[in-house]
């Protein structure tokens, strides 16, 4: 079983600090996402990344894939309240599997 | 485009009965993927359904199952209820990205067994 650990489980901070969140495994993935999710509503979809090394950005928030496919971190930088949410990756095992397995989670709360 | 729809949003049941939860997914996709969400345990993979046929099944027992429609409509029952099996549901409608699969989820059925 590929199993994708999320650090830290809870972080609370002011508005305007930045931030990482962490999402590793030991097991290999062809690609990784990253979703948000509010409270009482579904996970949303913030991005993919597919390719080792891969960094996207989405205004305030980068995404970076490892270089040997099996981690990976979201910053946010200058955070906001809207910011505040349940933050999950998920990542398929291998090519050509659509399962997706997803981490523990991370819960963000940023202060105003 | 409307999105993945599920209904109910809120459901209460008894221990012992059993529930019939439905997910429309976004026209067009034919993948449709059940998830149980729970605070202790996250989200955990309950089936896939793609063109009517279970392609994929996560660890779960017996007493959850789903099925697909020729529409790609999808339901998920489970039976005998347990108070354990009170979660949010989530089914998600999944589309290829590149080398990706990516899942869009509906809004979810909270189930409560009391």
Known sequence: TQLLEQSPQFLSIQEGENLTVYCNSSSVFSSLQWYRQEPGEGPVLLVTVV?????????????????????????ITAAQPGDTGLYLCAGSPNFGNEKLTFGTGTRLTIIP | KAGVTQTPRYLIKTRGQQVTLSCSPISGHRSVSWYQQTPGQGLQFLFEYFSETQRNKGNFPGRFSGRQFSNSRSEMNVSTLELGDSALYLCAS??????????????????TVV
């Open chain 2, 94 to 111: 999944k589309l290829k990205y590149r080398s990706a699969t990516e899942a869009f989820f509906g809004q979810g059925t909270r189930l």
């Open chain 1, 51 to 75: 390719t080792g090394g891969e960094v996207k950005k989405l205004k305030r928030l980068t995404f970076q894939f490892g270089d040997a496919r099996k981690d990976s971190s979201l910053h």
